[in-house]
């Protein structure tokens, strides 16, 4: 242990947490809250993140900022090494909910450092300097578009869950729309209205996001394209490189 470990100092001086565990597929985090803001990154494996707003995607090497008091619980597909870094209240963080974000390599180091240093104090010059490169990388990240915002609407709600449990099924709008008690016409509406998408982006992106969990868990591409709905392993590919600027294959290894 470290002698900036023992030197003993008011927990109010601490302005950065950060621990390392790890946790076997298909654990799930139950629903928690943080007093403080947090960025989640794992260097292997798949987190979603489920808040009452909507559904986050974190493939491996990326990384989810979740803002202080947002209530959410997250599930792992395949064995995820995580590494969360907690920012006290204090410092400067400007998000105001879920986001998931690339992790430059240099961000990627000063995670792994701050949690071999961490608890980091804003009265060391050593940790205040860690803390200022952290906060830096994190105003520069750029979101990726890995979010699936919840419907409110009761009817909405029970078509998102039922395409959630049925991905591969090509059932049409009409139909899906009567299964809930709904005309076509008010579920399109409501969708739209309600998160922004419209029910065929709705479910593409659905598709895409589970098509993400499918292949952390090591299931191979063309299986996983038709396992989520897609015609062909072609097309999903091609879906793929569309939202996230890259193949299934290269995604991964990145």
Not at 7 to 27: C, F, K, L, N, Q
Not at 86 to 106: D, G, I, Q, R
Not at 116 to 131: N, S, T, V
Not at 222 to 230: P, R
Request: a neutral charge; hydrophobic letters at 40%.
């Amino acid at each position: 242990m470290s002698s900036l470990r023992q030197v003993e100092r008011p927990e109010s001086d601490i302005r950065v947490w950060a621990i390392a565990t790890t946790y076997s597929s298909g654990y799930e985090i139950p629903p928690h809250t943080h007093p403080t803001a947090q960025l989640v990154y794992a260097s292997r494996g798949v987190m979603t993140v489920h808040t009452e707003s909507g559904t986050w995607v974190v493939p491996a090497h990326r990384a989810v900022l979740v803002p202080p008091g947002v209530e959410h619980r997250i599930a792992m597909s395949g064995e995820v090494e995580m590494r969360t870094v907690y920012l006290s209240t204090e410092l400067p963080f400007a998000a105001t909910e879920c986001a998931v974000v690339n992790v430059s390599p240099l961000l990627r180091e000063l995670i792994l450092h701050a949690v071999e240093r961490a608890p980091l104090y804003h009265g060391e010059p050593g940790h205040a300097h860690l803390i200022g490169l952290l906060l830096e990388q994190l105003d520069a990240l750029p979101s990726i578009p890995l979010q699936l915002p919840a419907p409110r609407d009761s009817r909405a709600r029970r078509a998102a869950e039922w395409l959630r449990r049925n991905p591969g099924e090509g059932e049409s709008l009409e139909r899906i729309a009567r299964r809930v008690g709904a005309s076509k016409r008010t579920l399109e509406r409501v969708f739209l209205a309600e998160t922004a998408m419209s029910f065929g982006a709705w479910r593409q992106q659905l598709r895409l996001m589970q098509a993400l969990e499918l292949l952390a868990a090591g299931e191979p591409v063309t299986q996983v394209a038709l396992a989520v709905g897609y015609e062909s392993t072609s097309a999903f590919i091609s879906r793929f490189r569309q939202v996230l600027g890259t193949t299934p294959g290269r995604y991964y290894a990145s």
